[in-house]
């Protein structure tokens, strides 16, 4: 990890996103939001079907970027995203969402480095300007 | 952005005002959106105090498909040198959207939660949260304001722990669709 230089692919991991986990995540963080869980609301409000909470897809994509510091969560100094799409997840499905990142900046005398994650789910990109400042 | 595809995109006013700190209104746009602009620069009175436990580490971090030790393993935490199991970078959320709700839930703030998506979140944490802190947290209303027919307002809730030590700075807009 240490010596990479700016533009290098850090990490790629596929996580994986289902109904019951939308519950799970509902509860643990507090977001009782129905459209999370209830596919009648969601498309009482517009949308095709139940879409995952932005910050589980977050949560998700910080959890690749805690095992690439080597599980040590506390060397995650700072993460921000926009939310810019959705993630649908239908009834008894289970869907992917694919985590990449690369080396944004290196700052050797801090000792950090910037990630720019790429989060897309079928080929969409659904979180925006996603980044995380790491210490080495 | 995506997001607002979901109703379709509003009538989209020229230019983009902002409300707050720098006096500009414009009352009669807002009056439309309901999204009251007095509440820029708003601090609350501290919200909690919060007693952060191991199982809402663990069950958070299984929500988010997390297998990592230092969420579940109290050996494996102090192994990294912390007291106690460490949340995921994104735990302060739960806390700080029950210190939101005093923004959120009050009708004279004009929020129509209904109508509200998620714009952005960042945290900044000043250390990690670990089981057994005691967080209290000052919601703060950064900006109020308009961009293309809808409303945004961006607040800011200060973690601290119970020396009054910062623990996690967590951001968050939120955009309030427009009547299309």
Known sequence: ?136 | MAAFVVVGVCRAPPGTRTVGRDGRTDPVRLARMALNPDYAGREYPPAGPFTVSREEITSFADAIGSTGEAHRDPQAAQALGYPDVVAPPTFAVRLAQQCEAQLVQDPAAGIDFSRVVHGEEGFTHHRPIVAGDVLTGVLHVDRVREAGGHGMVTTRVELADDDGQPVTTVTSTIVVRGES
Not at chain 1, 16 to 23: G, N, P
Not at chain 1, 109 to 136: F, P, Y
Request: net charge negative.
């Open chain 1, 1 to 136: 990890m240490s010596g990479q230089t700016t533009g290098t692919a850090a990490l790629s991991q596929t996580v994986t996103v289902d109904r019951a986990r939308l519950v799970d995540y509902a509860d643990a963080s507090g977001d009782q939001n129905p459209i999370h869980q209830d596919a009648e609301v969601a498309r009482s409000v517009g949308l095709d079907d139940v879409i995952a909470h932005g910050m589980w897809t977050m949560g998700a994509a910080m959890d690749v970027v805690t095992a690439y510091v080597g599980g040590d969560p506390g060397r995650i100094l700072s993460c921000t995203t926009k939310f810019t799409g959705m993630v649908v997840v239908p009834e008894g499905g289970t869907v992917e969402v694919l985590v990449e990142g690369t080396v944004r900046k290196v700052d050797e005398e801090a000792g950090t480095q910037t990630l720019e994650l790429t989060v897309t789910s079928g080929g969409q990109k659904v979180l925006g300007r996603c980044q995380a400042v790491v210490r080495l």
